[in-house]
């Protein structure tokens, strides 16, 4: 959905009504991740994908509809026999998508969300930092049903009923508690009756008649904040007054963590063309180089970052101040001994175990690498870390095919996958 917002800010800031569709949950073998998302304009126009073309003509209806009534819908498409070509998967696999109106009625702090996630502005009203992490809770279920019976519904500015309600936690659970804003505050248990009643209860919810303690919210806000500490997004269910029992309001735990980094060291072709590869896939690049005259922004478009410092000096800096985790990548392709050594050095003994690390050049290169590192000190199981060769064999010669060939790998370390051929493997191919 990320890639979605901007387009959607724009469409929400006209007041414009629109519909979003968002995979919740997928079973077996389905072509996207929850939080995968397709929205459907004013004029019918259409941005993003649920499921790769699959089942995008039943969602595009559904959106028109909800748009046109303010009614969250939760869908569940899967394969059958009859209808699998028509709006079924078929690959086998089944999704959940919900369905939700966007408008400034339905999502009020819409723009205060999307500030957060795209790293624009500050996204809680008391002016904090922005959050190293966003939860979007949204309850998707309540026991009258995915359409929310009678009263679980809205009208066509999304104003009425549990269905579609959500709270945004951010930064470890310190959000914001402007009233009617959705937020939950950054402790849960001093929500006071100043902030209403539970805001996705029906008014003879048992969880309405205790707004003081909100038992539900807090539940909620707990598991929000669980779910930004490992960066994944659930579906999770929860009693009247926040019992997790499996069984009541069903609620989407949407999380934006922030764009992994990729770090690349040195101001040469292969860099340009592995900051291409890295935008490609979603991270946020920077270029480091020492020396001035090659570290310029008009020779890395794509880099988001362009630094002109000592490899190491930089690295050691942003380790320093908690600016690269286990989520992110290192690529080094200076080929210069002044260079390599010490940065090297720097990031197989001090980023996190999971941090890929890679290094540019010949086996011979490698191996008088590997030895000034070790003359050097660097123990045995560190070096093991150090991907050098750097990427997969894939026979690249120029500097996008090696980009490729380098981009795989990063994927391939971050997955836990084989990396061979998919027809030589077994078992679900989206796992």
């Known amino acids: 959905m990320r890639d979605l917002l901007p387009q959607l800010l724009d469409w929400w800031r006209a007041d414009e009504r629109v519909a979003v569709a968002t995979v919740v949950r997928t079973f077996r073998s ?11 304009g004013p004029g019918g126009e259409v941005i993003g994908s649920v499921s790769g073309g699959c089942v995008e003509g039943a969602v595009y209806d559904l959106c028109l509809e ?5 009614r969250p819908v939760l869908a569940r498409y899967g394969v059958s026999d009859e209808s699998a070509f028509e709006v079924g998967l078929t690959c086998g696999g089944t999704i959940e998508v919900f369905v939700a109106p966007l408008s400034r009625t339905a999502w009020p702090d819409f723009e205060s969300f999307a500030g957060q996630v795209l790293g624009t502005g500050p996204a809680l009203p008391d002016g904090g930092p922005p959050a190293s992490g966003v939860c979007v809770a949204t309850v998707i279920a309540t026991d009258a049903g995915a359409d929310g019976g009678a009263d679980g519904g809205a009208d066509a500015d999304g104003a009425a009923g549990p269905l579609g309600r959500r709270i945004t936690v951010a930064d470890a659970g310190r959000s914001g508690d402007e009233p009617g804003s959705g937020r939950v505050p950054s402790d849960p248990a001093r929500t006071s009756p100043s902030h209403g009643p539970n805001p996705w209860a029906a008014a003879d919810h048992p969880a309405a008649q205790h707004p003081a303690a909100d038992p539900l919210l807090a539940a909620v806000a707990a598991d929000a904040v669980g779910q930004i500490a490992v960066g994944a997004s659930a579906v999770r269910e929860y009693g009247p007054l926040g019992e997790r029992t499996g069984t009541g309001t069903r609620v989407f735990l949407q999380v934006f963590a922030p764009r992994p980094r990729l770090l690349v060291f040195g101001a040469i072709d292969f860099a340009a063309a592995m900051a291409r590869a ?3 896939l979603g991270y946020r690049v920077t270029v480091c180089d020492a020396r001035p ?11 988001d ?11 050691a800096a942003e380790i320093e101040a908690g600016r690269v985790t286990e989520h992110d990548a290192v690529c080094v392709l200076t080929h210069d001994p002044k260079f390599d050594v010490p940065l090297l050095r720097t990031a197989l003994t001090e980023l996190p175990t999971g941090t890929y690390v890679g290094a540019m050049g010949s086996r011979r290169a490698h191996a008088e690498r590997e030895a000034r590192l070790i003359e050097d000190g660097v123990p045995p199981e560190a070096l093991a870390r150090l991907r050098s060769p750097i990427g997969l064999d894939l026979g690249a010669r120029t500097p996008d095919e090696t980009a ?16 061979r051929p998919l027809r030589e493997t077994d078992g679900p191919i989206h796992s």
Not at 305 to 315: G, K, N
Not at 404 to 419: Q, T, Y
């Open 305 to 315: 970052d362009v630094v002109v410092d000592w490899p190491h000096r930089y690295l």
């Open 293 to 303: 005259i090659f570290a310029t922004s008009a020779r890395f478009p794509e880099a």
């Open 66 to 70: 909800v748009a046109e009534t303010g």
């Open 404 to 419: 490729v060939s380098i981009a795989a790998e990063m994927i391939a370390a971050r997955s836990g996958a084989s990396a």
């Open 278 to 280: 890295g935008r490609l």
């Open 30 to 40: 389905a072509p996207r991740e929850p939080g995968a998302a397709m929205a459907v």
